[in-house]
């Protein structure tokens, strides 16, 4: 990501140099005007700022904190009054940046040793020897230390802003390269530029328009994740004008409010972040992006060969399910429409999405040990005698046999599914005879999904069932067979599982 993309164009004309006059007598503000009116520093005209009391003084510093200079007369409502506003500027307002020239017409009442040491004043003049060279003179010279100091504190607070922005980038790219899948990779992309920029989703929420991260397949463009757009599967056509631009050019592009961060992996993988309605960007977070951007590649290639390991490892998973599933001639596509609402029923219930994706990539082989049952009990049209019932029941702990010993969480989660997905909570399931908690929540989901799945499809034992009749049957078993509140977050919910039906539907 090229710095100078980021780096801040078009920087406005710096303001005037800002000068409090702190006097009672009028005609001193009018001759000080006069005499300064064509004075500039670093190409900066003087703002006059006018006081005629201290109290009054006190009310201007109050509102502006970019006063780079103060003409403090010392005998004003009081004797000491000037003195006051001095006391008041270093200690209560706790401002030391502030340049202070003291001017008295009464010398004696402030003596000028006692005045400079005890009230941090900067300069201390005369009415009487302010001649219009030595007031030029002394306001270059406090202009020029204010100006100084300001540098120097800018330089410090961006060296601070550098350290903490490392920090955030570091917490930033943690938290990605935790990210398991590409949806919640892209999610946390999302948040952690958010972060990086210093501002709350709240804000981009309202003040950002299309923010979206995007992969580019080899067939077009795949949102992945976004925030205030309403269609998710449709880019709009300026859009995809920026991120063909960025295609193109092989690099993130500004253009006024438009943003596109360009992520390449050394596999080819690209990755775009588009923003609208960004404000600019500062040199340092252009520098903190770039570090990010950076991290943000390693973890897109990291996560592109985890991601090919893991959809190699699903293909062989789906394709092992459909030797059962064709063996035991069920419905086609059975396990797909299992593991589909599997995962919808994990992410409804609350679970995160690696849990919900570990499930979908599991339940394929819920019923993996029915390979080790007869054709003759497995195909049986009519209902099964004592015997071959007590046959088919020990596909359960076959399955859980194959499955189990592995150090791999997808079939230990496999394991524990074929294990259980017969268990009922109330305890009159089958191997085990456990209930309610006992039984894992993965199981439990999946128990939901196959009766659901079974009713709604024939059967060489049944046909299928109307929605309705399914409904109600899943009512009664609430409690007895089913878990309760699965039941009633699919009930809750049945039009997603007449959706995965429909994409699935029987071949």
Same mark, same amino acid.
Not at 310 to 321: H, N, S
Not at 391 to 399: D, F, L, P, S
Not at 449 to 470: G, Q
């Given at each position: 990501?090229?710095?100078e993309?980021?780096?801040?164009?078009?920087?406005?004309?710096?303001?005037?140099?800002?000068v409090?006059?702190?006097?009672d007598?009028?005609?001193i503000?009018?001759?000080?005007?006069?005499?300064?009116?064509?004075?500039?520093?670093d190409?900066?005209?003087?703002?006059?700022?006018?006081?005629?009391?201290?109290?009054?003084?006190?009310?201007?510093?109050?509102t502006?904190?970019d006063?780079?200079?103060?003409?403090?007369?010392?005998?004003?409502?009081?004797?000491?009054?000037?003195?006051?506003?001095?006391?008041?500027?270093?200690?209560?307002?706790?401002?030391?940046?502030?340049r202070?020239?003291?001017?008295t017409?009464?010398?004696?009442?402030?003596?000028?040793?006692?005045?400079?040491?005890?009230?941090?004043i900067?300069?201390?003049?005369?009415?009487?020897e302010?001649?219009?060279?030595?007031?030029?003179?002394?306001?270059?010279?406090?202009?020029?230390?204010?100006?100084?100091i300001?540098?120097?504190?800018?330089?410090?607070?961006?060296?601070?802003?550098?350290? $903490?922005? &490392?920090?955030?980038?570091?917490?930033? =790219?943690?938290?990605?390269? @935790?990210?398991? %899948?590409?949806?919640?990779? !892209?999610?946390?992309?999302?948040?952690q530029?958010?972060?990086?920029?210093r501002?709350?989703?709240?804000?981009?929420?309202?003040?950002?328009?299309?923010?979206?991260?995007?992969?580019?397949?080899?067939?077009?463009?795949?949102?992945?994740?976004?925030?205030?757009?309403?269609?998710?599967?449709?880019?709009?056509?300026?859009?995809?004008?920026?991120?063909?631009?960025?295609?193109?050019?092989?690099?993130?592009?500004?253009?006024?409010?438009?943003?596109?961060?360009?992520?390449?992996?050394?596999?080819?993988?690209?990755?775009? $972040?588009? &923003?609208?309605?960004?404000?600019?960007? =500062?040199?340092?977070?252009? @520098?903190?992006? %770039?570090?990010?951007?950076? !991290?943000?590649?390693?973890?897109?290639?990291n996560?592109s060969l985890?991601?090919?390991?893991?959809?190699?490892?699903?293909?062989?998973?789906?394709?092992?399910?459909?030797v059962?599933?064709?063996?035991?001639?069920?419905?086609?596509?059975?396990?797909?429409?299992?593991?589909?609402?599997?995962?919808?029923l994990?992410l409804?219930?609350?679970?995160?999405?690696?849990?919900?994706?570990?499930?979908?990539q599991?339940?394929?082989?819920?019923?993996?040990?029915?390979?080790a049952?007869?054709?003759?009990?497995?195909?049986?049209p009519?209902? &099964?005698?004592?015997?071959?019932?007590? =046959?088919?029941?020990?596909?359960a702990?076959?399955?859980?046999?194959?499955?189990a010993?592995?150090?791999?969480?997808?079939?230990?989660?496999?394991?524990?599914?074929?294990?259980?997905?017969?268990e009922?909570?109330?305890?009159?399931g089958?191997?085990?005879g456990?209930?309610?908690?006992?039984?894992?929540?993965?199981?439990?989901?999946?128990?939901?999904?196959d009766?659901?799945?079974?009713?709604?499809?024939?059967?060489?034992?049944?046909?299928?069932?109307?929605v309705?009749?399914?409904?109600?049957?899943?009512?009664?078993?609430?409690?007895?067979?089913?878990?309760?509140?699965?039941?009633?977050?699919?009930?809750?919910?049945?039009?997603?599982?007449?959706?995965?039906?429909?994409k699935?539907?029987?071949?």
């Amino acid at each position: 990501m090229p710095l100078e993309l980021l780096r801040e164009m078009d920087e406005p004309r710096l303001p005037p140099w800002k000068v409090l006059l702190v006097d009672d007598d009028a005609d001193i503000h009018q001759v000080t005007k006069l005499v300064l009116r064509r004075f500039t520093l670093d190409d900066r005209p003087l703002e006059f700022i006018h006081a005629y009391s201290g109290i009054e003084a006190k009310e201007k510093l109050s509102t502006h904190d970019d006063i780079a200079l103060v003409f403090l007369d010392v005998v004003m409502e009081s004797d000491d009054a000037g003195l006051e506003v001095a006391r008041w500027i270093r200690q209560d307002l706790g401002n030391h940046k502030t340049r202070i020239i003291l001017r008295t017409g009464q010398p004696g009442q402030a003596p000028e040793q006692s005045v400079v040491a005890d009230y941090d004043i900067n300069d201390y003049k005369e009415k009487t020897e302010l001649t219009s060279q030595k007031l030029f003179t002394a306001v270059l010279s406090a202009l020029r230390s204010y100006r100084d100091i300001i540098k120097i504190d800018h330089a410090k607070q961006l060296e601070t802003n550098y350290r $903490l922005g &490392l920090e955030r980038v570091i917490q930033s =790219t943690a938290v990605i390269f @935790q990210q398991h %899948t590409l949806k919640t990779f !892209s999610n946390g992309i999302l948040q952690q530029v958010l972060s990086l920029l210093r501002m709350n989703e709240q804000s981009m929420l309202v003040s950002v328009r299309g923010l979206t991260t995007i992969q580019q397949p080899e067939s077009g463009y795949q949102v992945l994740a976004q925030i205030g757009q309403n269609q998710e599967d449709t880019i709009d056509p300026v859009v995809r004008e920026y991120l063909d631009k960025a295609i193109e050019q092989q690099q993130s592009i500004i253009d006024g409010d438009i943003f596109v961060g360009y992520f390449a992996t050394s596999s080819g993988a690209v990755s775009l $972040l588009y &923003l609208k309605g960004a404000r600019k960007i =500062t040199e340092l977070e252009s @520098q903190l992006l %770039t570090i990010f951007s950076y !991290s943000v590649s390693l973890a897109f290639e990291n996560l592109s060969l985890s991601q090919e390991i893991i959809d190699t490892q699903g293909e062989l998973i789906y394709r092992l399910g459909d030797v059962v599933e064709s063996r035991s001639q069920e419905a086609g596509n059975h396990v797909r429409r299992m593991s589909e609402l599997s995962y919808e029923l994990c992410l409804l219930l609350g679970y995160s999405e690696e849990k919900a994706q570990l499930l979908r990539q599991a339940a394929p082989m819920h019923d993996i040990g029915k390979i080790a049952i007869p054709d003759s009990v497995l195909l049986k049209p009519g209902k &099964l005698d004592a015997d071959e019932w007590e =046959t088919m029941k020990n596909h359960a702990a076959i399955g859980h046999n194959i499955l189990a010993g592995s150090k791999r969480k997808i079939l230990q989660t496999a394991a524990t599914i074929a294990h259980q997905h017969h268990e009922k909570v109330d305890g009159t399931g089958y191997p085990l005879g456990l209930k309610g908690d006992e039984i894992s929540i993965e199981a439990r989901i999946i128990a939901v999904a196959d009766v659901f799945d079974a009713l709604t499809h024939e059967r060489c034992y049944k046909p299928a069932w109307p929605v309705e009749e399914v409904i109600e049957e899943l009512k009664r078993s609430k409690g007895s067979h089913l878990d309760a509140k699965i039941v009633d977050t699919l009930l809750d919910n049945i039009d997603v599982a007449i959706e995965i039906n429909r994409k699935y539907a029987t071949e």
